[in-house]
Nanobody, 128 residues
Framework: QLQLEESGGGLVEPGGSLRLACTTSQLTLEWYALAWFRQAPGKEREGIACINTSGQMTVYADAVKGRFTITRDTAKNTLYLHMNGLESEDTAVFYC?????????????????????WGQGTQVTVSL
């Protein structure tokens, strides 16, 4: 079973920053569009950001535009989510996801049904 390894979560004060990372040794990530999702307690999983294979196309949820940036490092086979200006409403478990291999990766959306492989999640808590 494919394992995506997320890291970088933790406790941060409001206004702070974190960088999440997602990698795997079982898949060449550069061949796929990738995304980040999050799920807060009592809420449905929410798409945050996605990036296509070339890195030239990114999509963001309105809630994080201007604060979060999704990037990918082909050499390190790693996906990142740079989060600035964190708010208490950002508290959630964050998941990375790999787009279905049946899609070509040139485009992406933040709809969960588009993604076939998921990480186990990393907790982000924003609190004083």
């Amino acid at each position: 079973q494919l394992q995506l390894e997320e890291s970088g979560g933790g406790l941060v004060e409001p206004g702070g920053s974190l960088r999440l990372a997602c990698t795997t040794s079982q898949l060449t990530l550069e061949w796929y569009a990738l995304a980040w999702f999050r799920q807060a307690p009592g809420k449905e999983r929410e798409g945050i950001a996605c990036i296509n294979t070339s890195g030239q196309m990114t999509v963001y949820a309105d809630a994080v535009k201007g604060r979060f940036t999704i990037t990918r490092d082909t050499a390190k086979n790693t996906l990142y989510l740079h989060m600035n200006g964190l708010e208490s409403e950002d508290t959630a478990v964050f998941y990375c996801a790999v787009q279905s291999p049946y899609l070509n990766g040139a485009k992406c959306t933040i709809r969960p049904e588009e993604y076939s492989y998921w990480g186990q999640g990393t907790q982000v808590t924003v609190s004083l």
